[in-house]
């Protein structure tokens, strides 16, 4: 079978199991989640077994270390994907919620409720906790999902999605509500993101070129997930031990995701009591450092920043270091190179962190916390599907009502347009 005859069969089959999950009752949704948890912890050999043949895969072909981080799942990082099923059935059914309405003179009743998109594919790398996170969150908002997972992750894939899809069976859902387009040629991913009429949103999570590529290439809705080049502004009136810890943890704790942050901007006034502390700090967490020349000043460590490195998504150990004169410049400076996915402001100054906020453009905005929090969990979502850096639809960590559309419901009792 070539892809599109492969991906027409998978996305007529969601189209289907869409129309049977648009009716289903939250307790049945719930039953099928925590059943879906109970399938990964209880086949936990099976998926780290498959997820050993994708890294071994991965390593002979060279893949960078922060790839393999996404790629490699543990008991710890298996149990956090059981978890966030468990948080989603826990979380209230938005379908069929009422969100706007009313009587009309004429004694029509208008009401508009929340309903599921019904097909969405998924487009994504190597990243298998995907797989759970999606197929949760689509069944718990009443759509069918299609994966398409990057190659590095097939097996994982493999495995996980048929535990999933045959648990939700097990509890009275169409199984073909979770599907895995499992072959490696790309132009399934093409087949799939064009398959007007049975695919109502395609979802790329991963790299800029990756979702560049689906955007292009689309023929459905497309919301842009993920790219992170993430910002932290240490103002002159930051609280430096507190300004060393957040910028430590923003870039150090798991580099590798898209809210870990890429650029360092540090007011003049704050440097010198700043920035030999935190140069300190990243070079012995081997954290390889760019800067300008003020920044270079501080260390012969610093490497000279170039143009590419202010717009980079290192997505690993490394980080660019600018110092600026003014909280303009430093705004300035994000709207140039940010992404609109996360930034941060460090400072006691009230005045100026609420001028941050309203003035940054990007998804979410914090004044003193981690961009390392921009997470559907962390949030309180229970997982998202990705975290959208455009502004129609849906905007930052996408969770549950992101995945609905509305319907209006009409009723009267015999009236005419005259």
């Known amino acids: 079978m070539d892809t599109y005859a492969l991906v027409k069969e998978k996305a007529l089959a969601a189209q289907k199991a869409a129309r049977k999950l648009a009716a289903a009752g939250t307790e049945a949704k719930n039953a099928a989640l925590l059943a879906m948890a109970r399938a990964l912890e209880e086949n936990e050999e099976e998926i780290l077994a498959a997820n050993r043949l994708d890294m071994d895969a991965a390593r002979a072909k060279g893949l960078k270390s922060s790839l393999l981080d996404r790629l490699r799942l543990d008991p710890r990082r298996l149990d956090d994907m059981a978890d966030g099923l468990r948080q989603v059935a826990a979380l209230p059914d938005p379908i069929g919620e009422v969100i706007g309405g009313g009587r009309r003179p004429n004694g029509l009743t208008v009401t508009k409720i929340r309903v599921p998109l019904g097909v969405v594919?998924?487009?994504?790398?190597?990243?298998?906790?995907?797989?759970?996170?999606?197929a949760g969150?689509?069944?718990?908002?009443?759509n069918a999902v299609?994966?398409?997972?990057?190659s590095e992750a097939i097996e994982t894939n493999?495995?996980?999605t048929r535990l999933?899809?045959?648990?939700?069976?097990a509890c009275g859902l169409p199984q073909t509500s979770v599907q895995l387009i499992d072959t490696a040629d790309r132009q399934a991913v093409i087949d799939l993101i064009q398959m007007q009429g049975l695919v109502d949103l395609a979802i790329p999570r991963g790299s800029a070129g990756l979702i560049k590529a689906v955007v292009a290439n689309s023929k459905v809705p497309v919301i842009e997930t993920g790219a992170g080049v993430c910002h932290t502004y240490v103002d002159e009136d930051a609280d430096v031990a507190m300004a060393v810890k957040i910028c430590f943890n923003a870039k150090v704790q798991r580099p590798s995701t898209c809210n870990a942050m890429e650029t360092l901007l540090v007011h003049r006034a704050a440097a010198p009591a700043f920035l030999p502390p935190m140069l300190a700090a990243y070079l012995e967490a081997g954290v390889e450092l760019f800067g300008d020349e003020t920044v270079q000043s501080y260390s012969p460590k610093v490497l000279p920043a170039t143009e590419e490195d202010w717009a980079a998504e290192y997505g690993d150990l490394r980080l660019a270091v600018k110092v600026v004169g003014s909280m303009d410049e430093a705004m300035e400076h994000i709207a140039a190179y940010g992404t609109k996915h996360?930034?941060?402001?460090?400072t006691e100054n009230f005045q100026r962190a609420r001028r941050f906020q309203q003035e940054v453009d990007a998804a979410a905005v914090y004044v003193n916390a981690s961009t390392r929090f921009t997470d559907g969990n962390e949030f309180g979502f229970g997982a998202e599907i990705g975290i959208s850096t455009q502004k129609l639809h849906a905007r930052g960590p996408m969770g549950l009502p992101e995945l609905t559309s509305y319907k209006y419901l009409i009723d009267g009792n015999g009236q005419l347009r005259s």
């Open 121 to 134: 594919a998924i487009i994504y790398e190597a990243r298998p906790n995907v797989t759970a996170d999606a």
């Open 137 to 142: 969150l689509c069944l718990k908002t009443g």
């Open 146 to 150: 299609i994966l398409k997972g990057g």
């Open 158 to 160: 493999k495995a996980v």
């Open 164 to 169: 999933l899809a045959a648990a939700a069976a």
């Open 342 to 346: 996360s930034e941060c402001i460090v």
